[in-house]
């Protein structure tokens, strides 16, 4: 599966054959068809996978522990994406970013896993900035979900001008302008 995800991920869906993916893992076409059925089958399966592992890391930084720490834990997440982009040297991107603007116009099963996965990371988001308007760390008055919004589309906008080659400072750096245009609240200076 791995090496499968990443010959889709360096030629795209479009670019990528039946041959390669046997190519780079080592199996014969069919066993290929018979483990996974066709093409579009196994990359509806990676494409899947991905998905799954990209909520599993914004859970795994944006959940746990009170209140109080919230906004440490959206600025940690915020900031992991940029250092992720900008450590991305060969410019692959992310592969649901990836898969959505080659399929998702084409491909319900893509369209659908995409706004699921972004489904999901903004009501993370959301949760988190709703425990830091708690804690007094963002203004209470302030819309969570306008908020939650605003930096999953930095987050995802990162992505994208990181692989049109913005340099990495500029990516980190936009990642703190987007924390630090976030209202402050009463235990925020």
């Given at each position: 599966?791995?090496?499968?995800?990443?010959?889709?991920w360096?030629?795209?869906?479009?670019?990528?054959r039946?041959?390669?993916?046997?190519q780079?893992?080592?199996?014969g076409?069919?066993?290929l068809?018979?483990a996974f059925?066709d093409?579009?089958?196994l990359?509806h399966?990676?494409?899947?996978?991905?998905?799954?592992?990209?909520?599993?890391?914004?859970?795994?930084r944006?959940?746990?522990?009170?209140?109080?720490?919230?906004?440490a834990?959206?600025?940690e997440?915020?900031?992991?994406?940029?250092?992720?982009?900008?450590?991305?040297?060969?410019?692959?991107?992310?592969?649901?970013?990836?898969?959505?603007?080659?399929?998702?116009?084409?491909?319900?099963?893509?369209?659908?896993?995409?706004?699921e996965?972004?489904?999901a990371?903004?009501?993370?988001?959301?949760?988190?900035?709703?425990?830091?308007q708690?804690?007094?760390?963002?203004?209470?008055a302030?819309?969570?979900?306008?908020?939650?919004?605003?930096?999953?589309?930095?987050?995802r906008?990162?992505?994208?001008?990181g692989?049109?080659?913005l340099?990495?400072?500029?990516?980190?750096?936009?990642?703190?302008?987007?924390?630090?245009?976030?209202p402050?609240g009463r235990?925020?200076?």
């Amino acid at each position: 599966m791995e090496r499968a995800r990443e010959q889709f991920w360096a030629t795209g869906y479009a670019g990528t054959r039946m041959d390669d993916i046997a190519q780079a893992t080592g199996l014969g076409k069919g066993s290929l068809y018979g483990a996974f059925g066709d093409k579009s089958k196994l990359f509806h399966r990676v494409f899947g996978d991905w998905c799954t592992a990209v909520v599993e890391v914004a859970e795994g930084r944006l959940t746990g522990g009170g209140d109080s720490k919230a906004l440490a834990r959206l600025s940690e997440y915020v900031h992991l994406m940029a250092e992720n982009t900008a450590s991305d040297t060969e410019r692959r991107g992310c592969l649901l970013a990836k898969g959505a603007a080659e399929l998702s116009q084409l491909d319900p099963k893509v369209a659908e896993r995409s706004a699921e996965t972004m489904t999901a990371l903004l009501a993370l988001l959301r949760k988190e900035i709703s425990a830091a308007q708690r804690h007094g760390d963002i203004d209470d008055a302030a819309d969570p979900e306008g908020l939650a919004a605003l930096l999953l589309a930095v987050v995802r906008g990162v992505e994208a001008v990181g692989k049109a080659g913005l340099d990495p400072q500029t990516l980190r750096n936009t990642a703190d302008t987007a924390l630090a245009v976030l209202p402050k609240g009463r235990n925020r200076p």
